[in-house]
Every structure is written in structure tokens, then in C-alpha cells.
């Protein structure tokens, strides 16, 4: 069942729900506002949906038009140089620059019974990126599924990335106690400014070894160099380098309350950010948003991308479409 409501005369909000699983998300930003599971929200965010305007962390936001870090600003296709939004570390352009999709109205349209598709149109040079772009993204909740399927096409040769930035608490008030697994044997180690380096860093023996399941407290205070540079992980893992899909990539348990979240996706790699530098004071039910409150996992090409000719290319071509899925199965 999706249901649908005006937002102050600004927005819509939809409620898709099925089963245990209830889902509310904005046009704004086709930001996910709640996640309820068995009447547990399992997302942070704020309570009021008009902060997420002014909000600083993406919280629950749909990225793009390059989810991510593309280092120095810029990337080239052929003898183009194409010159981004810095707005990370003085260095990076993150998250798809100043008209990332997270900070646009993206309209909502109800399709089925379980699904509503939003759709946006990025001009020709926002943020600096080329091609006019028409994006999609639909979500559907059906057994206990989040789905989310993208789709985006380009009248000029541009990169397209993009995920959804939702803040995953499974309904704990730390993230530090939740068990977390990746089905990742190496990462992408970043230099200073979070960019990769290009090399392979082998997570056997280290903080990054999630293989195993283990709460993501474990080792967040390592003093592994990467892990004290970013003050927690904020790293991309590496599933493979290819564009197939996967079950069961991540899986994560609050063992409070024994909630489940099982990550399926098509993408080669994943982020795992735990909010290392959350600091807002309109969280949700009067608590504020404080670092390691929750973790994020973000499926996506590799950060730089653009600039790694050595990673799964992000290029897409004139007039063709960039499609990718990814899924948040709840359980107990």
C-alpha cells in the first residue's frame, strides 16, 4: 500500500508499506525520512521533514549525480576536462557538488501498490558535470524489501554513481554495538583527503576484516592509520569488479531487539561510514545526531572513479542507461 501527503505546501511525502516494513520517503532529495520494522524506526534523521532542508549529512538522501568523492574537482573524458563543485576538504567534490540530487525536489509519482518512482532532470554542466541527465529511482517495499532501482541517461558521454545515504540504527542509540559482516576481502585505501589511493588494501589480520561478523565497536578506535585519519571507517570495500548482483553483501544485527538488515546489490563496492563527524542538535525524538550513532552503507562504483582508469568504469555513454539495484531486507 503507498499513501501519499503534502509536506507545508513544499513537498510530498509517501508511506510505502507491506508487511512488518513501512517506509516513508520525501521528494526532497528522494531522502528516506523513517524506516519502520516491526514499529521500530530504524533510520536517523529528524522528526520534522522540512529539517532535511537544512540538514548537513545527507541524512537518508538519493545521491548523485556521483555518489562519493571525485578527487581535485575535476576528471577527464577524452581531451574534456570537466571542472566540479569542491565541497569536501577544500579538495573533493562529494556527493554530486552543491546540485547533488540530495538537495533537489525530485517529483513522486505513485506507479503501483507497492512502488513510487521519482524523477529529476540535471542540466548540462551542474556542478560541472556534462550531459543533460534525465535520473530515476524507484523504491518499492514488498516483503519486507526495500528495493531501489536507478536509472539514469545522458545526451553527452558523462560518469553517473549513485546511492542512497540513509543512517542505519536498527533501533539501537549506538552503532557501536551493532554486529556488522562485509563480504569484503580488500578495501580502497584513501590518502588525506579520503581519495583512493588506487591500490588494494588486503583487510586479512586488520580493522577491516569484516568477513566475519563482529560489532562495529570492535575496532573503530584502532590505531590503524586509515582508521584514525577518518576518525572511524568511512572506506569503500570492495565486493568484486563486476556489475552483477549479489545477496547478501552486508548483513548487520541489533542484538538488543533483534532486528536484521541483509544489503543485496549489483554494485562492485560498498561504503561503511559510521558518522564519525555528526554534530546536529534536531535529531530525531529530542536526541541529537552525535557521532557513532549510526552507520551507513553506501553501494556504489568506487570513489574517483573517474580519475582510476584501473577501477570498474563509470563512464556511460551518449544515450545509453546506467541501471543498478539495491536492496534492504529486514528480518528477526
Not at 549513485?162 to 562485509?182: M, P, Q, R, V
Not at 561478523?213 to 576518525?231: H, R, T
Not at 559510521?274 to 542538535?281: F, H, I, S, V
Amino acid at each position: 500500500m503507498v499513501t501519499e501527503k503534502m509536506i507545508e505546501g513544499k513537498f510530498k511525502e509517501f508511506t510505502l508499506t507491506d508487511g512488518d516494513l513501512s517506509v516513508n520517503v520525501l521528494e526532497y532529495g528522494a531522502t528516506i525520512h523513517n524506516i519502520f520494522f516491526m514499529g521500530i524506526d530504524c533510520v536517523a534523521g529528524y522528526d520534522n521533514p522540512m529539517d532535511f532542508l537544512t540538514g548537513g549529512s545527507f541524512q537518508g538522501a538519493t545521491v548523485g549525480r556521483y555518489a562519493n568523492r571525485i578527487g581535485g574537482g575535476k576528471f577527464s573524458i577524452g581531451n574534456d576536462t570537466y571542472t566540479l563543485d569542491i565541497n569536501d576538504h577544500d579538495f573533493n567534490c562529494l556527493h554530486g557538488g552543491k546540485t547533488s540530487f540530495a538537495n533537489q525536489i525530485l517529483k513522486g509519482e505513485i506507479i503501483s501498490e507497492n512502488s513510487v518512482k521519482f524523477t529529476h532532470f540535471s542540466k548540462d554542466g551542474e556542478s560541472g558535470f556534462p550531459g543533460n541527465m534525465e535520473f530515476s529511482v524507484i523504491f518499492t517495499v514488498k516483503d519486507n524489501t526495500l528495493s531501489l532501482e536507478y536509472d539514469g541517461v545522458a545526451d553527452k558521454d558523462t560518469v553517473m554513481n549513485f546511492t542512497n545515504h540513509s543512517y542505519f540504527t536498527l533501533g539501537a542509540d549506538t552503532n557501536k554495538e551493532i554486529l556488522l559482516s562485509i563480504k569484503a576481502d580488500k578495501i580502497l585505501p584513501v590518502d588525506e583527503n579520503l581519495v583512493p589511493t588506487g591500490d588494494l588494501f588486503d583487510v586479512s589480520g586488520t580493522a577491516f576484516d569484516f568477513r566475519e561478523a563482529k560489532k562495529i565497536g570492535k575496532d573503530l578506535f584502532d590505531n590503524n592509520e586509515l582508521i584514525v585519519a577518518a576518525k572511524g571507517y568511512d572506506h569503500c570495500f570492495v565486493l568484486d569488479d563486476k556489475m552483477e548482483y549479489k545477496e547478501n553483501v552486508a548483513i548487520a544485527k541489533n542484538l538488543e531487539n533483534g532486528i536484521i538488515m541483509k544489503c543485496h546489490t549489483d554494485m562492485p563496492g560498498v561504503q561503511l561510514y559510521t558518522g564519525n563527524y555528526l554534530d546536529e542538535q534536531n535529531g530525531k525524538n529530542g536526541k541529537g545526531l552525535y557521532p557513532y550513532l549510526a552507520f551507513c552503507l553506501e553501494t556504489q562504483l568506487f570513489p574517483d572513479t573517474p580519475n582510476r582508469p584501473e577501477f570498474p568504469s563509470a563512464l556511460v555513454k551518449k544515450g545509453e542507461h546506467f541501471k543498478t539495484v539495491t536492496k534492504y531486507e529486514f528480518t528477526l
